[in-house]
């Protein structure tokens, strides 16, 4: 079943550590979207799990032919919809897993992949303190925009977002559209997220993709949510509390 529109979905949900359920939820945002005609639905950051210590990271985690993944690939082919997502990918030997982007054509073959290059390092003041690197690999390259019904898409994720020199290398490699899956803390998102995606999207003159995580996932981690999709005049609106929105 093959769906000829041009529209694009976002999504956000709030995954935890219990991926069976948020592969339920995946699954649900992909139905929702192709039923609402998407050519292409978007979904966060880390949305095989949010752990909360590096051990569990290094137990929940798995190859790219694993089955959180080919779960999604399956739901992608019978609802004939194209579908980004963010997980994090075992790399063996490492003890640590990449933080990736897989682009899933309407086949449910795998056409894209991108592993996170800028790791998310903070200590704020009275805010969180996130060591990404502890337990996740930098990636090492750009990747070409991936083909795509809606256009070329330029893959980032994340804390990405605050590098604007990836997005205009991803512009002058003739992206159309960047994403950005996120899971935002929710103080620099507060602070941050709009006006970084309006920026990269009007200096770039890209349509911008933001998927997002949202909520309280464990004891320890909230995130900021708003999902959005913005045009390269920098247009776009995100809601607090919904599913998705295409
Ligand atoms: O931890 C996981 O499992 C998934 N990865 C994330 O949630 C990453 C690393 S902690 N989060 C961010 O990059 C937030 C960036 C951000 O909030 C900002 O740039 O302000």
Redesign the pocket.
């Known amino acids: 079943m093959a769906i000829h529109s041009r529209l694009a979905a976002v999504g956000q949900f709030c995954a935890t550590a219990v991926k069976q359920a948020n592969q339920q939820a995946c699954i649900e945002l992909i139905r929702k979207a192709s039923e609402r005609q998407a050519k292409m639905v978007f979904l966060p ?2 949305s095989d799990f ?2 909360s210590n590096k051990e569990e ?1 290094w137990k929940l985690s798995e190859t790219l032919d694993g089955p959180f993944l080919q779960g999604i690939q399956y739901a992608a082919k019978s609802a004939g919809i194209w579908v980004s997502i963010g997980i ?1 990918e075992t790399s063996l030997p490492q003890t640590k897993v990449f ?1 990736t982007q897989v682009i899933v054509s309407d086949t449910g073959d795998i056409v894209g992949k991108y592993r996170k290059i800028h790791l ?1 390092d903070i200590e704020m003041r009275d805010g969180p303190q ?1 060591s ?1 690197s502890d337990q996740i690999l930098r990636g090492e390259r750009l990747e070409e925009p991936v083909d795509t019904p809606l256009g070329k898409i330029g893959m980032q994720i ?2 990405d ?2 590098f604007a020199e990836a997005a205009i290398l991803m512009r002058k490699k003739n992206a159309d559209i960047l994403t950005y899956p ?4 929710v103080p ?2 507060l602070a ?1 997220w709009e006006p970084l995606l309006r920026a990269r999207a009007i200096e770039t003159q890209c349509f911008v993709i933001a998927s997002a995580q949202i909520g309280q996932h464990n004891e320890k981690r909230a995130s900021f949510g708003h999902a959005m999709i913005i045009d390269p005049w920098g247009t776009g609106k995100s809601r607090m509390n919904f599913e998705i929105n295409v």
Request: net charge negative.
């Open positions: 950051e880390a949010i752990a990271v994090h933080n998310f996130l990404e994340c804390y977002l605050r996120s899971a935002f803390t620099t998102g941050h």
